[in-house]
């Protein structure tokens, strides 16, 4: 019933971007974005942006964003 693949394909696709992740927000283990840290503010202002997860490589760099509206850590 519970089908876990072993290996995560790169099921999804970064809005931002638009290259291929895997949002591991589903998994068992902590997806990797649950390392980078970004405030409610930054947060929000994605969240208005992006519908969905984007890829760890941009939210990395959100964190080190020029537009200090999108800057959340
Ligand atoms: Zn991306």
Do not use: I, W
């Not at 809005?15 to 929000?44: I, K, N, W, Y």
């Amino acid at each position: 019933m519970n089908d876990v693949a072993p290996t995560p394909a790169a099921t999804d696709r970064c809005p931002r971007c638009a290259g291929s992740f895997h949002c591991g927000m589903a998994d068992a283990e902590p997806c990797a974005c649950t390392t980078v840290v970004l405030d409610a503010a930054t947060q929000a202002a994605l969240r208005e942006r992006y519908t969905g997860c984007l890829c760890l490589r941009c939210l990395k760099e959100l964190c080190s964003a020029p537009d200090p509206s999108l800057r959340g850590c």
